[in-house]
């Protein structure tokens, strides 16, 4: 006969189960959706995506909120976004990804993003590159693995051209 404490633990087991299982896509969407009322520093739009960000200093943290709206006329999914501090040479210093893959169905749907750089902390001169990996949906099986990358100036947002690889 089990014990009371392996009963509560059955029981927590249980409940943790059947909690995590209520989780919708509704839900998932409501995460990540984008408020309107958010106003944003940058911008920058690719015949791929439109990428729109705030850059926050959190204590010893560099925090990059944004959104990222699909403006392609084909469907995207298991997006993934990277972004790279580099300096001015083309060294990376710092790297962060928004660790959730997202899916869009259609054209001009957007999705919010949230990109941490661990102790980095940005000054006049250092480049972000942004790189979006994603499957486009193009009626084939599967798809294809695309890429999508542009840098920019890190306290200005003014893009950079030309090749930035370290």
Not at 43 to 52: G, L, T
Not at 63 to 69: K, N, S
Not at 72 to 100: C, H, K, Q
């Amino acid at each position: 006969m089990p014990s009371l404490i392996e009963r509560f633990f059955l029981i927590g087991v249980i409940t943790c189960l059947s909690a995590c299982a209520t989780t919708t896509y509704e839900d998932y969407l409501k995460a990540n959706e984008v408020k309107p009322d958010i106003k944003f520093s940058y911008d920058h739009k690719s015949p791929d995506y439109k990428v729109d960000w705030n850059t926050l200093q959190k204590g010893s943290d560099t925090v990059i909120d944004g959104r990222i709206t699909n403006v392609r006329d084909m469907s995207a999914s298991d997006i993934n976004l990277y972004v790279v501090v580099l300096d001015p040479s083309g060294s990376e210093l710092f790297n962060g990804n928004d660790l959730s893959y997202h899916s869009m169905s259609s054209r001009n749907q957007s999705f919010a993003f949230t990109v941490k750089l661990k102790d980095a902390i940005i000054a006049k001169g250092d480049i972000l590159r942004f790189i979006i990996d994603y499957h486009l949906q193009d009626g084939r099986w599967g798809g294809k693995i695309m890429q999508s990358r542009f840098a920019v100036d890190a306290t200005t947002g003014s893009e950079i051209k030309g090749n930035i690889e370290p």
